[in-house]
């Protein structure tokens, strides 16, 4: 059986496969001879060390940080052609332009290296981060390395070598047509090492203007693939990107290299294991304007005659 390559890692190989393959839940059985998620730290020892990736973000132990600015992007705007491709247990894009992210206490700049993303069954919840226990149907991952490396693999051996975007989708009654070119792509990607073009398309094309980008959760972890190198600085949006029913099921439709659907396509959450996962300050704005009506509406009920 082949070696199933990390969404992160591609194009570059930096870890061979060792015994059997590693595999997503929904790919194990009997018969699949593949290593689940509870095993993947027998195809890299990496997997089972104490800075994993995805977690839980349980809101109410976060902290505030000041630091967490708003970020600065550059040439998130340009429109670029592109490879998408089913690589075997994601939909991958390639990004051969020059985009980067600053600001936002990052420390340095990171260039935008490629995307995917990470899914459910039908639509069914399969982001990889949890909010308080809630899983979306569908999570974005961006993935920048430090402007400074020119390999993935040197961006690697850095704790804080690689920047990763993450944006969660709900479900929405209406369509996202900016993602229509994206959707009907995936009908030429349907089995693995299925590649098509992605034509005209931007970074802020997948994110609509009503993901307020000031208000986001921050942690030190990992890739969330085999070999789960813990050299990542997550950013994990709050605000979640619509897409209606069909548009989130479309990717459901993509198959594994067995030939069974592409679903479920997600790592479970790992232990924080004492990590502080720390808020920005628009995050705490938003935090606080909602205490602040329900104080006032509870003042109103307290003083209206009963």
Known sequence: MRCLLSAYLLPLILHSCSG?????????????????????????????KNRQSPINIVTKKTKLDERLTPFKFTGYQTVFDSTMKNNGHSVQVSIPITATVSGGNLGETYKAVQFHLHWGTNGGPGSEHTVDGEQYPMELHIVHMKQRYNRLEDALRDPSGIAVLGFFYEESSSSNRKYDLF???LRSIQNTNGNTTLRKI??????PPEVNMTNYYRYDGSLTTPGCTEAVVWTVFENPIPLDREQLRAFSTLKFHDGNPMVGT??????RNGRVVY??????????????????SAALGLSRPH
């Open 20 to 48: 059997a393959d590693w595999c997503y839940q929904t790919q194990v059985s009997c018969e699949s001879h593949c290593k689940g998620p509870d095993r993947w730290s027998e195809v890299s020892a990496d997997c089972g």
């Open 266 to 271: 997600f790592r479970p959450v790992q232990p």
């Open 202 to 207: 931007s970074l802020n094309q997948l994110i």
């Open 183 to 185: 959707t009907h792509g």
């Open 279 to 296: 808020r920005s300050s628009g995050a705490a704005v938003a935090a606080s304007a909602v205490l602040i009506l329900a104080s006032i």
